[in-house]
Nanobody, 123 residues
């Protein structure tokens, strides 16, 4: 069975930084897209960033502030978040595609999800 577990969420002031980490177990994702989605209260789940090989993709609102990275040997994916804003407040989910494929911004493209970690940015 595949498990994905996020860590690193918390409360931070606007302008601060957090680093989210996600560890996957049960299978390897070397050839699959891994990434992050988020969901703010009252809003739909939205794509944040994803990565396969050296190719990365970010939603416009986080470009220049967030950086995604992977360690295939450890089966992990991280999200470094800098210059955080109150509008970044959300539950952040680690995701992975179930098969090889390109980066997708659709939540339905990702077969594996972590339980989520809360990120709260105070103004």
């Amino acid at each position: 069975q595949v498990y994905m577990r996020e860590s690193g969420g918390g409360l931070v002031e606007a302008g601060g930084s957090l680093r989210l980490s996600c560890a996957a177990s049960g299978r390897t994702f070397n050839s699959s897209v891994m990434g992050w989605f988020r969901q703010a209260p009252g809003k739909e789940r939205e794509f944040v960033a994803a990565m396969i090989d050296s190719s990365t993709s970010y939603t416009d609102s986080v470009k220049g502030r967030f950086t995604i990275s992977r360690d295939n040997a450890k089966n992990t994916v991280d999200l470094q978040m800098n210059s955080l804003k109150p509008e970044d407040t959300a539950v952040y989910y680690c995701v992975a595609r179930g098969s090889s494929g390109v980066v997708s911004w659709r939540a339905s493209s990702y077969a594996y999800w972590g339980p989520g970690t809360q990120v709260t940015v105070s103004s």
